[in-house]
């Protein structure tokens, strides 16, 4: 990892991500143009767990695929891990997207090939590792989600959450510096997300792994992110940390910064009658 | 046995070989040159990785037209083509040049059609990984159609087993041809039948192969 840090990036949390005045607009079917994206700039510090929430529509998931440029943006410049993406090659651009990990909603596993496979698939694309170092790396990806002993079944085989995790490992495999996700847990239930959200935090914790996360889960942002940005019609209208307890309520500018203070003060008072509770006891 | 059928026993062995020999080709063929068609064609088409509509719409009407012409008219136009590459206007390996040329078009479409069945996500979540479209259609679009294409084949098949009857026109010979000769244009009812059974058991034989392969390589 050394050296990866850019020199422009000397501040105190160098940017794992940094968008500066990002745009992007697309032409309905009806011929008018739809702005997803209008002029946002945002930072998300290294080893950071950062949501970017907002009704749907509001443009989060354009946002994060502009990170890796699935979408190509109108205007403005996007940094990871210092490097600017929009002006990359394709060649370029290829492997670039190696340091970035991406999971999606709907898991995206390639169903007629194994969980070895598809977590090899990256390592493979690339081309430069060896098949012995594709097989411990790929070992070493499952033993990390925990589905070592699903190595050789197929994605059919396996229940949602257990899906999103081989998902997950595949997307690790090359050490990505940062792993984007896009609604990760919304096709799942609550216990399956509970499994997934425990995973994501372990991979950021023991790999300082820079994770952005979209979602419109409000549980989500509160059991994992540090740092939240509230998406309203294509700009950001917040950001905020996600654990200050003080009540913000009237500081907060929409309804779901307002909702996630609602629940962090509730956590609070939660706590203080547990407290209680266990005094009196 | 009836004598009709003791006549023709030595010319029916032949005649099984000469269908054979032009669905071999006409297959290779459309795998060869179709399958790779019909991966263009879906790369090409709209909202794919290499869309290109003005590309994207001249190969899709030369597909259309090839596959507009009745066989049998197909087989006569094309005459002066297969002189110059089979060296020969009659026989199997002359009739394999039409059936090929009607089977390209046929399974590239077949190919295109499967490929989109193929969930966008997977594809891009592919991108997102950087692959580049090589390692896409090798490692993601064949691996995810495969069945799908294997029916496909299987289909393009049967349809040929037939097609290759009305190779006889120009001498092709093979199984059809055997039938319209004796059983249709000589009356031979009995010779008639056998053909037509011999052809049922092949068309059953390609679909219980075919459905077997594609549900051993289907994972989903």
Known sequence: MAGAKSPQASAATPAAIRLEGVSKSYRLPNGTAFEAVKNVSLCVPQGDIFGLIGTSGAGKSTLLRLVNRLEHPDAGRVFVGGREIVALGKAELRVARQSMGMIFQQFNLLQNATVFDNVAFPLRIHGKASPGDVFRRVRECLDLVGLLDKIDSHPAQLSGGQKQRVAIARALAPRPEVLLCDEPTSALDSETTRSVLDTLRNVNRRLGVTVLIVTHELAVVRALCRKVAVMEGGEVAEQFSVDETEPYRECRRTALGRELARMAIYADVQNDLERLDAAFA | ?220
């Open chain 2, 1 to 220: 046995m009836s004598p009709n059928i003791v006549a023709i026993l030595p010319e029916l062995w032949t005649a099984i070989g000469q269908t054979l020999l032009m669905l071999g080709i006409g297959l290779s063929a459309a795998v060869l040159l179709g399958g790779p068609l019909g991966v263009l064609l879906f790369l090409l088409g709209p909202g794919q990785s290499l869309e290109r509509p003005a590309l994207f719409g001249a190969i899709s009407w030369l597909v259309n037209t090839v596959r507009s012409f009745p066989f049998i008219i197909l087989l006569v136009a094309l005459v002066p083509l297969t002189r110059l590459i089979a060296g020969t206007s009659i026989g199997p390996v002359a009739a394999a040049v039409p059936l090929s040329l009607a089977a390209v078009p046929y399974f590239a479409r077949l190919v295109e059609q499967n490929l989109r069945d193929v969930p966008r996500g997977v594809i891009e979540a592919a991108h997102a990984m950087g692959a580049s479209e090589w390692q896409i259609v090798r490692r993601v679009l064949l691996v995810e159609a495969r069945s799908g294409l294997v029916l496909g084949l299987t289909v393009l098949a049967i349809s040929f087993l037939s097609y290759s009857a009305v190779a006889g026109v120009v001498g092709g010979g093979g199984i059809g041809d055997l039938a319209i000769r004796y059983g249709y244009y000589r009356f031979q009812t009995d010779v008639m039948v056998l053909t037509v059974a011999i052809l049922i058991v092949i068309v059953q034989l390609i679909q219980f192969a075919g459905n077997g392969i594609a549900r051993r390589l289907d994972k989903r």
